[in-house]
Every structure is written in C-alpha cells, then in structure tokens.
C-alpha cells in the first residue's frame, strides 16, 4: 500500500510536468470506494492491455461493469488516462502560482466552500464529497457536471483540452478554420502565459475557451486553497487574453470531488466532461482516433481529444483524423458546434 503510494505520487508529479492528457482512469463506477491515484495505475495496465487493433479501445461507458446501467451513469466519461510520455520535464519551476506578494488577495474566494447554497440537496463534507465517484455525482447533480447535450439533437462538440501548446493546436486550428467548424478548446493558464498568441487566434477564429486548470493537477487531491487558485488563476490569465472570463470548466482527467464541484458551480462555472473519448492521448494512429470517435458519437455528444500534451508526446494522430472525423459526422448529418451551443449556457460569466 505505502509502496503504492509513492509510485502515485512520484507519477502524479511527473504528470503535472508532463501537462499530458486529461483523463485517465477506470471507470469511476467500476472501484466502490473514492478512487484514488491508483485508479491511473490500473488505468494504465487496463489500457495497455488493450490490443490496439481494436477501434473500441476503450468503452467509454457501455462495457464498464456499472451497477448503475441508467443512461447517464452509462454516459459517464472514463477519465482520459496520463499519458505514457517520458517526461523530460524541461520546466522545473513550479507553475501552480502561490498566493504571493504580488498575487494578493483572490477576491472570489469563498471562505468556506463546502456550505452549498439553499438549491444544494445539503450541506457536503470533505469526506462525504471524497466518497461519491464520477457516476454518483453525475447522478447527483445532472445540470452541474454535463457530460452531453440532449440526445435529441442532431449537434455534437469537438473538444480539445490541454490547449494550446505551439505544435498541435495551430494545425487543428488550421483545419477546423479549412472545414469551418467552430469547437471547444480547454486551455491550462501555464500553457496559455507560454502562448498567448494562440489563445487569442483560438478566440478569435470562434472557437469557445474553457478553463483545464493552471497546469493539469488531479483536483481531488488538492487542499481547497490550491484548487481553488488552479481555476481563479487560469481564468485571471485567459481573462487578460481573450476579455472574458470562461465559464466552462473541465477538471483535469475529468476528476471533482462533490464540495468542489458545488464551489465551482456556485462561482458560476458549467462543469463539463465528455461522453466520447477519442483517446489520443496514447498517441494512437489516426484511423484508430477516428474509430474511437466515430464509433459511439451520437446526437448531443461531447467528444474529448486534445491539442496539447507533455514534452514530446505525439498528437499527430488526433490532427490526421480531423478531417475525417469532421467530414463523416457531417456526412452524418451532425452539426458541429461548441458547448455553449450544444448545452445552452453562455460562453462568459
Ligand atoms: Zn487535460
């Protein structure tokens, strides 16, 4: 167990360097206890088990033994898993900005966070928050943690966490720009102070922006104030790059604990996670990220790939399948759209 452990965390620290993919992870259904970083383990091993012929490397819901078969446990994402990357980690300061000198009070921090407001069933605790998985939440609190649009729609949206990054998101753009499709990039404020040139092309060629966190840390094995500086500090630089304030925010590898899934929606943020999950970052070929997506895209999916990853990590997979995956969801007669458009909520808050 203590060896566990470690190995836990000396990975969840080369993850954060890595800014690698954002999702992860068993089925949060599948563990009947709070997972913890060892579900990224066990993710792993599942995930490499899988042969890679196979299009349908993963079930993003229907194969995972849920005890829960409603449609929306079975909509539950599977958190992306970290990506395999080596990590070179050529960045060793610190990325997640400390409560400094110059960063001086968060005004919108809450004192307390884990006091819901009135519309919240009751109040949550730390420990009841770290109790309920991915599926219980999504049960919980449906119009808090989206993981599609309405099933009826014939829209679907192309999202791209770990944005941007200086190789992969200027050519996704450059063929979402060739196809007209506009989608939905979730940015990580470390990544956009590196690139603030490619955070303002992203708004400007109307693409939507959302929140990923500072730099990719799990948030539900964060203390309340560090969470809560991941997303206000992020938001603080996207703000100063694109003139609003994102209210889409996506938790690295799809994870949130109950408490901080209620702050965040208290603060006026719409969660949102993913029902189709190309699963790129394992850098697989193009015709397998386009199986994985065409696959089981449906009316009202959310499809999850990336723009961004760890030093050296290869998403040239993801950016060969765009064309076709666009071009065969609009054969399909599917409008791509962001998730404002797919979910109905604004862009900005
Ligand atoms: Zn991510």
């Not at 990506?83 to 300061?93: H, L, S, V």
């Not at 921090?109 to 109040?123: E, I, L």
């Not at 590196?194 to 060629?205: C, D, T």
């Not at 959310?302 to 998403?315: A, R």
């Amino acid at each position: 167990m203590k060896k566990h452990a470690i190995a836990v965390l000396s990975y969840g620290m080369a993850l954060s360097l890595l800014l690698c993919s954002c999702s992860s992870s068993t089925p949060k259904a599948a563990p009947p206890s709070m997972p913890d970083m060892s579900f990224m383990e066990q993710s792993n091993s599942a995930a490499e088990a899988q042969p890679q012929s196979n299009p349908r490397t993963i079930a993003p819901t229907e194969q995972r033994p849920l005890a829960n078969t409603t449609p929306i446990v079975q909509s539950t994402p599977v958190p992306e898993a970290p990506a395999a990357t080596p990590a070179p980690a050529p960045q060793a300061a610190p990325v997640v900005p400390q409560p400094a000198a110059e960063q001086p009070a968060m005004p919108k921090v809450k004192p307390k966070t884990n006091v819901p407001p009135a519309s919240h069933p009751a109040k949550v605790t730390t420990s009841q928050s770290q109790r309920l998985t991915l599926s219980q939440l999504v049960k919980k609190y449906p119009d808090l943690l989206r993981l599609k649009g309405s099933s009826n729609s014939k829209s679907v949206a192309l999202t791209f966490d770990d944005a941007p990054d200086e190789t992969y998101t200027p050519q996704v753009l450059d063929i979402l720009k060739k196809h007209h499709v506009r989608a939905t990039f979730f940015l990580l404020g470390v990544q956009a102070v590196k690139h603030p040139a490619i955070v303002k092309r992203i708004a400007n060629e109307g693409h939507v922006i959302g929140n990923h966190s500072y730099n990719h840390k799990l948030f539900t094995k964060l203390s309340d104030d560090v969470f809560r500086l991941q997303i206000q500090n992020t938001q603080k630089e996207l703000h100063k790059l694109i003139g609003y304030s994102p209210r889409l925010l996506r938790p690295p590898y799809g994870e949130i604990s109950e408490s901080q899934l209620i702050w965040a929606s208290d603060q006026g943020f719409t969660i949102v996670n993913w029902n189709v999950d190309s699963l790129d970052w394992k850098q697989l070929g193009a015709s397998q990220v386009s199986a994985n997506i065409l696959n089981h895209t449906h009316g009202g999916s959310i499809i999850l790939q990336h723009s961004g990853g760890g030093p050296g990590q290869n998403l040239s997979g993801t950016v060969k399948a765009l064309p076709n995956v666009i071009q065969t969801l609009k054969d399909r007669g599917y409008n791509l759209v962001t998730l404002p458009d797919l979910l109905q909520v604004p862009k900005d808050k």
